[in-house]
C-alpha cells in the first residue's frame, strides 16, 4: 500500500479514498505474484482462516483500571471524566467503548456510571 497505492493518490474524501483502495486491492489481487507465481486471490479461498473474536471478548483488553483522585475525577486517554464524589481515592474500571467510556466501581465492579468522550 505504502509504495504502490498510496504516491501521488488524490482523493475528494475518506469515501472516495476507501473506494480506491477496494479498487486498487480487487485489481492486485488477481496479478501473479513475483514470489508465489499465484494470483492472491486463489490463494486467498485455501486459507484457514479464523473468524474474528467476538466484541464482549475484546473488552477485557479495551479495559484498564485507574485511582479516581482526590476531587472526584479519573483520567483516561488525555481527559477527565467525574465520577461520583464517594468514589474519591478508590479504583474503578474504565472500559473504552470506542464513541464512549464507561467507569465501572464496586467492590465486585457492577456499579456501572457511563460517561460520553
Same mark, same amino acid.
Given at each position: 500500500?505504502?509504495?504502490?497505492? #498510496?504516491? %501521488?493518490?488524490? !482523493?475528494?474524501? @475518506?469515501?472516495?479514498? =476507501? =473506494?480506491?483502495? @477496494?479498487? #486498487?486491492? $480487487? ?7 513475483? +514470489?508465489? =507465481?499465484?494470483? &492472491? ?9 479464523? $473468524?474474528?473474536?467476538? &466484541?464482549?471478548? @475484546? @473488552?477485557?483488553?479495551? +479495559?484498564?483500571?485507574?485511582?479516581? !483522585? ?14 461520583? #464524589? ?13 464513541? !464512549?467510556? %464507561?467507569?465501572?466501581?464496586? $467492590?465486585?465492579? =457492577?456499579?456501572?456510571?457511563? $460517561?460520553?468522550?
Amino acid at each position: 500500500m505504502k509504495r504502490n497505492f #498510496w504516491p %501521488e493518490r488524490r !482523493s475528494r474524501d @475518506l469515501l472516495d479514498l =476507501n =473506494n480506491q483502495a @477496494l479498487t #486498487w486491492c $480487487s485489481e492486485v489481487g488477481r496479478r501473479i505474484h513475483g +514470489t508465489t =507465481n499465484e494470483r &492472491p486471490v486463489d490463494r486467498f479461498k485455501d486459507e484457514k482462516l479464523n $473468524s474474528l473474536p467476538r &466484541p464482549e471478548t @475484546l @473488552l477485557r483488553y479495551l +479495559t484498564e483500571t485507574r485511582k479516581v !483522585s482526590t476531587d472526584g475525577f479519573v483520567s483516561f486517554n488525555r481527559s477527565f471524566y467525574g465520577v461520583p #464524589w464517594g468514589l474519591a481515592r478508590k479504583e474503578v474500571d474504565v472500559v473504552d467503548l470506542g464513541l !464512549s467510556v %464507561e467507569v465501572r466501581y464496586s $467492590s465486585s465492579h =457492577n456499579l456501572l456510571l457511563p $460517561s460520553a468522550i
